[in-house]
């Protein structure tokens, strides 16, 4: 019988969620210089959230593609829960962490928004 061998590689979550969550626990200057300067940081921050966002969801539609269990292998006789779970389990780590980028992408737009709001007054 042909067996099914899937490689399965350590997956690393992108070290830009690090740096965004050590960014957002500063709180916002007083002085608008250093408003500016964190305001800069802040934008450039948030595109690099936006390409490690793209890249996760990329990863994640690979790797489900990858991992599905075909219906048509008769040994393993998996049901489409089984199937589902399996595929769910294995892909959740990639599916936490684009969930996690994304809503540090809103908290980094609503960050910049309050610091535009805050030198404008």
């Known amino acids: 019988m042909d067996d099914i061998q899937i490689q399965v590689q350590a997956y690393t979550p992108p070290p830009v969620i690090g740096e965004a969550a050590s960014l ?3 709180p916002i200057p007083a002085a608008d210089e250093d408003r500016e300067i ?18 996760a969801l990329q990863l994640l539609y690979q790797k489900r593609k990858q991992l ?6 008769p040994h393993l006789k998996l049901t489409d829960l089984d199937r589902q779970t ?6 959740a780590p990639l599916e936490r962490d684009y969930q996690l980028l994304t809503r540090l992408e809103a908290l980094l737009q609503a960050r910049i928004e309050l610091c535009l709001f805050l030198m404008s007054s």
Not at 68 to 73: E, S
């Open 68 to 73: 599905l269990y075909p219906k048509d292998v």
């Open 38 to 55: 964190h305001l800069i940081a802040l934008d450039a921050l948030r595109y690099h959230l936006a390409v490690a966002a793209c890249d």
């Open 24 to 26: 957002l626990a500063n």
């Open 86 to 91: 399996n595929l769910n389990a294995d892909t």
